[in-house]
């Protein structure tokens, strides 16, 4: 959902919030002309959105926040390695070069086409995800329930999209579109497993947010972060701490971090998003650009200490 700042226009912001018809036209609007701008220059369509989100002007001279510094090496910084791992099949193979693959969750096929995908020969659950975007995904809790032309549908449309011109996400740019079919991690219910996003700097783990209650159809989740060593949660968000809900330690927490810091070392930035179900841990993806790159969420105290953790490199072109 496209987000505003309230002080910048309330009243407005209201009628937009008021009517679900009347976001979803501003959201479509807005993307036609994003979209418009990347083709010009992915940097109109990051200065645009910023302006749009947070109303103010775009310091790609001097970037500070960590949103900001997030669009600058996305803009400017165009490391090979973070196309490949943006690719949901490129990414296997990087992990598995490393000596990770024993992390990634089952492959049951690869697809070129949607008409390539036979049902009769899947699983009763099973995850079907398009390669060069996000969120475009489908579980499949129960194969005799799915709606399997509605599902075709959904990946016809995914497979036509460039997800690179949505939020101007330079790295998705000349990902093959490809469809992955992956075994469902099954935590025993009809929501996906708890997500444990361990965000990397230079390398190294800082903290770590816990994502819970997502169910299949894309129910709203709770973010919760935590320390490093997991002591304590951290006020990262506006919307404050939330001590009733302390989530305990997974089992696999010190291999998720042996693992992120491996595959972290050659980035400015990177967050990687694991699961563990039966005390297992699995790697989801590897998310250069959260959020798009602008987090509204963030305090500004937090936005500008994360900012300062970032060590800009010289740009890299493409």
């Not at 320390?227 to 927490?253: C, M, N, T």
């Amino acid at each position: 959902m496209v987000m505003v700042q309230e002080q910048q226009a309330p009243g407005v912001l209201r009628r937009i919030k008021d009517s679900p018809a009347v976001e979803r036209l501003y959201i479509a609007v807005f993307r036609v002309i994003d979209a418009l701008l990347y083709q010009v220059s992915p940097a109109l369509t990051a200065r645009s959105r910023y302006r749009r989100m947070m109303g103010r002007r775009l310091p790609l001279d001097r970037p500070v926040t960590f949103d900001e510094k997030l669009i600058w090496l996305m803009l400017y910084w165009h490391h090979p390695l973070k196309t490949q791992c943006a690719d949901k099949l490129g990414m296997r193979s990087y992990v598995e070069g490393l000596g990770y693959g024993h992390l990634l969750v089952d492959l049951l096929g690869v697809y070129e086409r949607v008409s390539d995908i036979d049902f009769t020969r899947l699983p009763d659950r099973f995850v079907l995800k398009c390669t060069h975007g996000s969120g475009y995904n489908i579980f499949c809790l129960d194969k005799g329930k799915l709606d399997t032309d509605q599902a075709l549908r959904r990946l016809h449309r995914w497979m036509g999209q460039n997800y690179a011109r949505v939020h101007g996400e330079v790295q998705y740019e000349g990902i093959q579109p490809r469809i992955l079919c992956e075994s469902f991690l099954d935590s025993g219910s009809d929501r996906l497993p708890s997500d444990y996003k361990l965000h990397c700097f230079h390398g190294k783990v800082h903290f770590t947010t816990v994502c819970t209650g997502r169910d299949v159809r894309g129910g709203c989740a709770q973010y919760d972060h935590y320390d490093r060593d997991w002591q304590k949660q951290l006020a990262i968000s506006k919307f404050g701490l939330h001590p009733e809900r302390w989530h305990v330690q997974p089992e696999s927490y010190a291999t998720m971090i042996e693992a992120a810091e491996a595959l972290s070392k050659p980035f400015p930035y990177v967050r990687m998003d694991f699961y563990c179900v039966g005390g297992k841990p699995y790697l989801g993806e590897m998310t250069f650009t959260p959020t798009g790159c602008i987090d509204t969420g963030y305090t500004d105290e937090v936005q500008a200490q994360l900012g300062g953790m970032i060590q800009l490199p010289e740009r890299l072109e493409r």
